[in-house]
C-alpha cells in the first residue's frame, strides 16, 4: 500500500491511543473498531443506509433470475450502452402507464430450476412502491400479483436476452 493510502488508518490508530490517554475509552474503543474489518463494514452500512433516507441513492433491488440470464442481460445491455437501471425505470413507467404487462414464467419442477443468482440494481423507490400497489390492484383478475421485479425481470429478459422465457 502506499503511504498515503496507509495515513487515515494511522491518524485513527493516534487519535485512539491520545483518547486512551485523555482517559475516553469508550471513544478510543468507537475509533478502533472502526480501523477493523467489521467495524468498517459496520460504518459503510450506516453511510449508505443513510444516503438511501437522504434520497441521495436508492435502495438496492435484487432481483432473482437464472445465472445465465442474468450475464446475457449483462453482457447484451454492456454493449449496447445500455444502463440496467434505467431501463429498470422505464420499464417500471410502462407498466404504471399500461403499456406494459410482465410475462409469466412457468415454475420449473422442484429440484429441476437452473441455479438462480441476484441481479442487483437500484431503480427509482416510487416507481418500485407505485408498481408493486398496481401489481397489488390487479391481483383479483389475474390470479397474480406482479411486482416490480416481475416486471424489471420479464422487461429486462425480453429485451437483452436470447434464451427462451
Known amino acids: 500500500m502506499r503511504p498515503e493510502t496507509l495515513k487515515p488508518l494511522v491518524q485513527l490508530k493516534q487519535a485512539a491511543t491520545r483518547l486512551r490517554a485523555a482517559d475516553e475509552p469508550e471513544l478510543a474503543d468507537a475509533v478502533e473498531y472502526v480501523t477493523t474489518r467489521e467495524g468498517n463494514t459496520a460504518v459503510m452500512r450506516?453511510?449508505?443506509?443513510?444516503?438511501?433516507?437522504?434520497?441521495?441513492?436508492?435502495?438496492?433491488?435484487?432481483?432473482?433470475?437464472?445465472?445465465?440470464?442474468?450475464?446475457?442481460?449483462?453482457?447484451?445491455?454492456?454493449?449496447?450502452?445500455?444502463?440496467?437501471?434505467?431501463?429498470?425505470?422505464?420499464?417500471?413507467?410502462?407498466?404504471?402507464?399500461?403499456?406494459?404487462?410482465?410475462?409469466?414464467?412457468?415454475?420449473?419442477?422442484?429440484?429441476?430450476?437452473?441455479?438462480?443468482?441476484?441481479?442487483?440494481?437500484?431503480?427509482?423507490?416510487?416507481?418500485?412502491?407505485?408498481?408493486?400497489?398496481?401489481?397489488?390492484?390487479?391481483?383479483s383478475e389475474l390470479g397474480w400479483a406482479p411486482r416490480a421485479s416481475n416486471v424489471i425481470i420479464s422487461w429486462l429478459w425480453e429485451k437483452f436476452c436470447t434464451i427462451p422465457l
Open 46 to 139: 450506516a453511510i449508505m443506509q443513510q444516503l438511501e433516507i437522504d434520497g441521495e441513492i436508492q435502495p438496492t433491488l435484487a432481483v432473482t433470475m437464472p445465472e445465465p440470464v442474468r450475464e446475457e442481460i449483462k453482457a447484451t445491455a454492456k454493449a449496447k450502452g445500455e444502463s440496467l437501471t434505467a431501463q429498470a425505470n422505464e420499464a417500471l413507467a410502462a407498466f404504471l402507464a399500461g403499456t406494459y404487462f410482465p410475462a409469466t414464467r412457468p415454475r420449473a419442477a422442484y429440484g429441476t430450476a437452473e441455479r438462480r443468482v441476484n441481479l442487483n440494481l437500484r431503480p427509482n423507490r416510487e416507481l418500485r412502491i407505485q408498481a408493486d400497489a398496481r401489481g397489488k390492484e390487479m391481483e
